[in-house]
């Protein structure tokens, strides 16, 4: 680690910090109020989708009808997307011919079950990729397919999100706002408008947009390169911005035409965070309360900090096996390389992609600007864990507050009775049916993660079969040993955590892997999706009970420190034996000189 | 329960001793019984402990018949024990709380025998039958000895009643027919004149049956928050199952991986199951809640449910009535005040003469203070005279005495006497009056037929002592406390500040108290309540924790969650604490619990895959690096991990029954204290606790040492 390292990240999290409360502040005006200074603008756009979609906007929803919407247009758009994956060949705006007799010999086929998954994918805000993008996917197929859910899957978990909040901050009702109100103001006042700056900003930090075929050149050695092109800042901003994460090109933010300096790397951590951040300020405005919402914030300032420290920590002091070949470890002549370089880029540096690793698995994004596979393995522990927490630490837009907001009421609920009253999370009561959601949304978790990850360790399937061309499913692994077992258990957390990024060395386009993943994604959505907005319905049907000297106080230090507490115990304990099986053994025997 | 029976008196309630030898040795015989699977399904917590037991078992029986001996049979013969243990200990503690309320119902229902009662069947024709045939809306007649069979009202009658068998104050009550002391109760006793009593409920529905079922804990049910509580235990425990579950799995790829070792074994898998789920609280839990009914109890409060015992930690309201809870329910008389030109010891002098028959406490008290004053107390019969006794036409008292008039009496009519004796009244002593009345006493005026007014006798309300301390602990609980009182406002306001209340109503009617409570109830306030008479009940009803007192009337006792047998209605202070009190026990236990696992991953982990990944040189794998409490083997730290997650269960009974400490204060400074006792405890008490148990099973030679 290095002093300049360290600057860089304090530097991020106080650009984080500066931007909390205007943002915040932008998405009550836009969501709760309708306001926003693009309404001249925007305003017509917005009243002409809900009579695209035939709705009242102005009728609120009990949480069931909000479920319901919620779920019918995830479905209809998934199927959407699967349709338009398979027909890409078809279609226009394929200028490699993607998906038909004419492709190039390196391009992927859009099989069933790939477009499945990938439809699972970008409907759940994943974006988990089991095909590299420039080598499978038409332009068209990138644009509408799938941009398309970058900004909707967002917006739909921004909407959900919101319902929770307004289950605390409403009272004695039973509506918990209108869906489509909430995905098309999200859209139209938030996203957009945002995307569109940024995407400019990024274009002259030189990020690439066009249509143009793929270059061929002839390098200097005179071996024959393919350079992809395409609209890819346009899709850069709201990869970042809705916390999606799936990349134009395989190689993610690690691609030079995807972030080519440091000051797009800045702007794309800055993108990734800002949304969930704010929430917690908006949280805090709506409950009329705002020390509630910088609590929340100062629990995932903690764990998120952790996470970078131990990341960053063991990045830099590299892989001792090395070191003994003689490579001198502790020169730090160019700021901080020397430590464990490998899958990283030059341009970014230890400390950028260490804090990258952490940033885009706290919350649900999944992009990488280096390859967690090739992390140590302590290192790579903390991607791994951030999102078996339950993508919470920020998370996604809207899905990282309300698993926040989970665990608050299940803290709450814990510890809160040592005040000697019945628990209250902001003048909430705490009861049964509170306590129920909860902890089916905890468990939801746990089980698609587990689960998934058991069987693709011991389920054995012939060499050729068709489920799983490969063979036995632990042979996808591209690392034998405890590593190998990591790229499983990492590709069903990512998968169920909504998060996308991998522990690449895993094979994962075969039917077996995208329909379980394709499960995982749907399971980590919406089976932990529904429970929040049934905890939001039961809640915002409550009185509001004034707080008092007797009152378990929720903004304080001591309830942060217990919320990141029942995190670690309760989220991360669960993992606790599966990753000793995986990282931690690993990073026992990497001291004793064995790598895999 | 015979049915031919009714109730005598017992004598006064002993405290029970928290380990009494033949409640433990029930209670070990019931730690059997209850391991009844039907019985254990209610604690889904302890029923997987039970399952995992019986799993364990048959694969110890089986492993023993293929004829395994050796170190590893001693290991799975020992786990499967302590399983057992765990849960024996799990329904020990659920009936050493049970114990109690059972040798307390059995004390009542010992002292049962057959009562005779004198049923009215026609005018003036009587017909003895046994209690039981009683029905409600008979009319029964109990003469002095008598034993009075059932609960009724009193129809006619006064007569004196030994109550000790409900309440366990010998001290006798008197019992009237009218009015708010009507209520008479089966199995208490006429001391003396007779009553006519018409029976107000049903057999088996009595007072005494009631009571029976409640100590007993026949009809004890799940409170919300032991519900919701129950809720959070399962959910963990399905989550820990799946971590458990798929560490089988995860071991097969990680044996395959490795090239070594053996896939985990399902003794330590279970064993590490049993070691995280909350085994800690979902063994304690139903103990907890049955040791804070039995807490009211001992204060001899009568809850009708636990709900309302975890409803008063709640409360946010209180109110309490004036006369009785805030002040000693009567004036006195706390300073005299002359008149210009008058002497304070003829004032005395002429107050304590006026006041010498006067046998209310206001009277009394006067005469008291005179005498403290220097004056001598005087006989009633040593001088000639007429005494004049209060009357509702005069609103005057006073004596005739060798032609000395002395009068006193409200404000009003002295001053309208002394005016009729065509004397003036001094404007001091009208301020005087108004000064009184605003401080919130009630000025008495005493006057003579010959100086006209001699002064004011100042009479206050005197609130008890270290009211206004425990006022300040509940301010710091977060309680309002709001005073009731019939006062005008401007008393009731002195008064309310003297006492330390943090508002008041004044003018108190039954619509006004409801009003009230509807008021705090829509603002999401829980509300407590005293009462005792009949005006009371719809309030009482109506507020989330409903004392009512047991000399109040029946209608009062079953509007109310709780009746206090004392009739002290300062207890509902008493009340609140007990229902905070059984939360923070629950809450600390939950932590507690929950705390421990961290320490039990360090114990087991490294026991179950320390083998595997290890270089052929080394006796130990790479992950026995994790064991930091340095244990000897694989055996002894799984052994060591289960039979403290056993003990504990033992060791925390005295807590779970005693209910943790509490002292009044902010939530604030409570989880602060709590927190580090029970959070930071749990965390690291299990380490040494461990290590230890480790210690002996490796000198015992239970385990081997490496």
Known sequence: MTSAGWVQIIIYSVCLLILVKPVGLIIIQALERGKSLLLPVLGPVERACYRLIGVDSEREMVWTEYACALLAFSLVSMVFTYALLRLQGVLPLNPMGFSTSTAPAYATAMTPDLAFNTAASFTTNTNWQSYSGESTMSYLSQMLALAFHNWVSAAVGMAAGLTLVRGFARRSIRSIGNFWRDIVRTTLYILLPISFVCALFLVWQGVIQNFSPYTVVNTVEGAKQIIPQGPVASQEVIKMLGINGGGFFNANSAHPFENPTPLSNLLQLLLIFVLPAALTYTFGRMVKDTRQGWAILAAMFILFLSGVAVCYYFEGRGNPAIARQGVEMSVKSLGDSGGNMEGKEVRFGIAQSALFATVTTDASCGAVNSMHDSFTPLGGLVPLLNIELGELVFGGVGSGLYGMLVFAVLTVFIAGLMVGRTPEYVGKKIEKTDVKMAMLFVLAGSFSILIFAALASVVSLPLGCAANPPGAVFNNVGNAGPHGFSEILYAFSSATGNNGSAFAGIAANTPYYNVTLGLAMLFGRFVMMIPVLALAGVLVQKKLVPPTSGTFPTHGWVFVVLLVCVILIVGALTFFPALTLGPVVEHFLMQGGRLF | ?706
């Not at chain 2, 109690?100 to 229902?109: F, S």
């Not at chain 2, 005087?378 to 006794?389: C, P």
């Not at chain 2, 002395?406 to 065509?422: E, T, Y």
């Not at chain 2, 694989?634 to 403290?644: K, R």
């Open chain 2, 1 to 706: 329960m015979a049915d031919d029976l009714s109730l005598v008196p017992v004598p006064q309630r002993k405290k029970i001793p928290l380990f009494q030898r033949s409640i433990v040795k029930r209670a070990l015989v019931d730690s059997f019984v209850k391991l009844n699977p039907v019985v254990m399904a209610g604690n889904p917590v302890m029923m997987v402990v039970e399952i995992g037991s019986a799993v364990t078992t048959v694969l110890f029986i089986a492993h023993l018949l293929a004829g395994n001996t050796g170190k590893v049979l001693l290991f799975e013969g020992q786990i499967t024990l302590w399983l057992w243990f765990t849960v024996l200990f799990a329904n020990f503690a659920e009936s050493i709380a049970e114990g109690r309320g059972k040798a307390q119902a059995d004390t009542l229902r010992r002292s049962r025998k057959a009562t005779m009662a004198c049923l009215e069947v026609g005018k003036d024709r009587f017909e003895t039958v046994p209690a039981t045939v009683l029905k409600k809306g008979d009319i029964v007649r109990v003469a002095a000895g008598e034993v009075i069979p059932s609960d009724g009202d009193v129809v006619e009658g006064v007569a004196t009643v030994d109550e000790s068998a409900i309440t366990g104050e010998s001290a006798p009550v008197i019992r009237e027919s009218g009015g708010d002391r009507s209520a008479v109760t089966g199995g208490t006793t006429v001391l003396s004149d007779w009553l006519r009593i018409e029976i107000s409920v049903q057999q088996g529905e009595t007072f005494m049956d009631r009571m029976i079922a409640l100590v007993e804990g026949a009809t004890r049910q799940k409170t919300p928050n032991e519900i919701a509580l129950n809720i959070l235990l399962a959910g963990l425990t399905v989550i820990f199952l799946l971590a458990v579950a798929t560490l089988l799995p995860f071991s097969i790829y990680a044996v395959r991986a490795s090239g070594q070792g053996q896939p985990t074994d399902m003794f330590s898998l279970i064993s590490l199951l049993v070691c995280l789920i909350p085994t800690t609280i979902g063994a304690l839990l139903s103990a907890i809640g049955i040791a804070g009914m039995d807490r009211v109890l001992q204060h001899n409060i009568l809850a009708m449910s636990g709900k309302a015992i975890e409803a008063a930690g709640d409360v946010d309201t209180l109110l309490l009535d004036k006369t009785g809870t805030i002040t000693l329910g009567n004036r006195q008389a706390v300073e005299f005040i002359p008149a210009p030109g008058v002497s304070a010891k003829e004032l005395a002098d002429a107050a304590q003469l006026s006041s010498l028959a006067d046998e209310t406490p206001e009277g009394r008290s006067i005469v008291t203070l005179a005498k403290q004053q220097g004056l001598r107390e005087r006989q009633l019969g040593s001088f000639d005279a007429e005494f004049i006794s209060f009357s509702a036409l005069t609103r005057m008292s006073g004596v005739n005495l060798n032609g000395q008039v002395i009068r006193k009496g409200a404000s009003d009519v002295i001053f309208q006497f002394v005016r009729n004796l065509g004397m003036p009244v001094a404007p001091e002593t009208e301020k005087e009056v108004i000064r009184i009345a605003q401080k919130g006493g009630t000025p008495l005026v005493v006057a003579d037929n010959k100086r006209g007014t001699l002064g004011v006798v100042y009479l206050k309300d005197v609130v008890k002592g270290g009211m206004r301390e425990r006022f300040e602990q509940l301010r710091a609980m977060g309680i309002r406390t709001v005073m009731i009182t019939g006062d005008n406002p401007l008393t009731a306001a002195a008064i309310a500040s003297e006492a330390g209340v943090d508002d008041f109503l004044s003018e108190a009617t039954p619509e006004t108290k409801m009003q009230l409570i509807r008021k705090e109830q829509t603002g999401g306030r829980l509300v407590a309540m005293t009462g005792d008479g009949t005006n009371d009940a719809p309030a009482l009803a109506a507020a989330d924790v409903g004392l009512a007192m047991n000399t109040g009337t029946q209608a009062a006792k079953e509007a109310g969650n709780m009746i206090d047998l004392d009739s002290n209605p300062t207890k509902l202070i008493e009340v609140v604490q007990i229902g905070k009190q059984l939360l923070m026990t629950r809450g600390a236990l939950t932590t507690f619990s929950i705390a421990n696992d961290v320490a039990k991953y360090f114990a087991i982990l490294p026991a179950m895959f320390g083998a595997l990944y290890a270089m052929p040189a080394s006796q130990h794998g790479p992950l026995w690096a994790l064991n930091i409490m340095r244990l000897h083997s694989a055996h002894s730290a799984i052994l060591a991990a289960v039979i403290f997650n056993a003990v504990i269960i033992v060791a925390l009974i005295p807590l779970a029954l005693r209910g943790v400490s509490y002292r009044p204060m902010s939530a604030e400074a409570l989880l602060k204290r709590n927190l580090i006792f029970y959070g930071l405890g749990g965390l690291f008490i299990p380490f040494p606790g461990i290590w230890l148990i480790d210690q002996i099973i490796v000198v015992l030679g239970l385990a081997p040492v490496c």
